[in-house]
């Protein structure tokens, strides 16, 4: 690869990493060729990106972002799977993939400026999809004014059956 190549690639990756919002970081040791395009378009699907690059370039990219964090783990075969938008949707995607193919491994990955271990990673994994927890957010915010109308309703219809009961009673001692 040429020099102006690798300077491209390295621009690239550390504009990416300045706006990415989760980068997970995988070996992707015993994987074939037909197996990592599958994760490609699997991931590209949910809006993230998963690249293979090699370990010095990097270190390069990396330099002055969050993903500096975790640039001690770049050894071996590496490989990134980033996204923009939800932090959720690539960790999703990867566990779902290491159900079946056992030879990719998680390393390691950075959220908000926070290291995310493999166990972290799984419990990422775990969480609903950003619709899902936005439907969840809007039913909670719904539900606090429907009661509310509810109860300022129950205050006439009781009062009402007060003086019903009061005018029932009367009626029947007179």
Avoid: W
Avoid at 66 to 80: M, N
Avoid at 149 to 164: E, F, G, S, W, Y
């Amino acid at each position: 690869m040429k020099l102006e190549e690798k300077k491209q690639i390295v621009q690239d990756l550390h504009e990416k990493f300045l706006k990415f919002q989760v980068v997970i970081l995988t070996d992707y040791k015993g994987l074939d060729v037909t197996k990592l395009n599958t994760l490609r378009r699997q991931l590209r699907e949910v809006d993230s990106e998963y690249r293979v690059v090699k370990n010095s370039l990097l270190v390069r990219a990396c330099e002055n972002t969050e993903v500096e964090l975790i640039k001690d783990s770049f050894t071996g075969p590496s490989a990134i799977a980033y996204s923009y938008n939800d932090p959720v949707a690539p960790a999703k995607v990867l566990a779902a993939f290491i159900k079946e193919h056992t030879e990719l491994e998680i390393k390691n990955g950075v959220l908000n400026g926070k290291v995310l271990d493999l166990n972290a990673i799984k419990a990422l994994s775990d969480l609903p999809s950003r619709e899902v927890l936005l439907g969840m957010l809007l039913s909670a915010a719904n539900g606090v004014p429907t009661a509310f109308v509810r109860a300022l309703n129950d205050v006439p219809i009781k009062m009402l059956n007060v003086l019903q009961a009061i005018k029932d009673q009367k009626e029947a001692n007179a």
